[in-house]
């Protein structure tokens, strides 16, 4: 039976990090806070947007929230941006995405500071990433899937890895990433022919296409490490991810479940990256990710 990769225990150490900051920081008068900035209410942001308030109340960083109607004017929500920019109290802003379609995603995001950019999405702090730099803040969710195979002492160096999703998001950074931690990565999408052979392949594979059980027992062999990112949830309300665990779990080495793999440390790396840019922002302090 593979090692279960339970993001629970991630989270746990992460969290303790965060807990020490907010302590230092609150020596100096200074209480981490976060921009939730919600446009429309989707179900899928309204759970992320809980379990991101659950989890700033547990380590006392103060949660602001924007909630804006579905069909906000564009001008409206840059004006909210640069004022939070602007805002002493805001360390972190946190866009909820995908955005409504009248609206242009890519000036929107641009509009934030990447200094308060706590989930990636400004051009600059992509451009971090893909240059190994610390420029703001990479993605959680991809930083997230690192940070498990760091916790469980699973090596990247010299290994060959598979990621399956090319979203800017997710795949890319994380691609890139594994490349810093010396893998050998191939990237692969929905259109990748052969994708059986080129993930049975790998030593890491991480999955996020959104696709329920894309990956299955064909494509999977004895001693890999398989992250899976994907969150699928059914008519009955059941989550399930991009990999057939069940099958899985028989044959490789170590898996994460989905639910409670890679969510539980990208919420905490939220909260991470936003005591991170307090120390930067008030706390006299450069918090390198890297």
């Known amino acids: 039976m593979a090692l279960l990769l339970k993001g629970k225990e991630v989270s746990d150490v992460l969290s303790a990090y965060v807990s020490r900051d907010v302590f230092e920081l609150g020596k100096k008068g200074v209480v981490p806070g976060l921009a939730v900035v919600r446009v429309g209410e989707s179900p899928d942001d309204l759970a992320y947007e809980r379990s991101i308030v659950k989890k700033c109340e547990l380590l006392k960083i103060k949660a602001y929230l924007y909630p804006l109607p579905n069909d906000v004017k564009e001008e409206r929500l840059l004006t909210l941006i640069e004022n939070l920019n602007l805002n002493g109290a805001i360390h972190g802003i946190l866009m909820l995405r995908p955005l409504p379609s009248h609206l242009n995603e890519a000036v929107i995001c641009e509009s934030l500071s990447p200094l308060k950019d706590v989930d990636g999405i400004t051009s600059l702090s992509m451009a971090g990433v893909y240059a190994g730099r610390r420029i703001g803040f990479p993605p959680c969710t991809a930083r997230a899937c690192i940070e498990i195979l760091r916790h469980y002492g699973i090596r990247t160096a010299g290994k060959n890895a598979v990621v399956v999703g090319r ?3 997710i795949g890319r950074p994380l691609a890139m990433m594994l490349m810093d931690g010396d893998a050998t990565v191939t990237l692969c999408h929905s259109k990748t022919a052969c994708l059986q052979e080129i993930v049975k392949q790998a030593d890491i594979v991480a999955v996020a296409l959104g696709k329920k059980g ?4 064909e494509c999977l062999r004895e001693g890999q490490t ?12 059941k989550i399930s991810g991009d990999v057939d665990f069940d099958a899985a779990g028989d044959i490789v080495a170590a898996i994460t479940p989905s639910p409670g ?3 539980a440390v990208t919420t905490a790396l939220i909260a991470r990256h936003v005591t991170d840019a307090a120390l930067e922002i008030d706390g006299g302090r450069h918090a390198a990710w890297i």
């Open 214 to 217: 894309i990956i299955g027992k």
């Open 167 to 169: 979203s800017l998001v």
């Open 226 to 237: 398989v992250i899976d990112v994907g969150i699928n949830v059914d008519d009955d309300g």
């Open 261 to 263: 793999g890679v969510g």
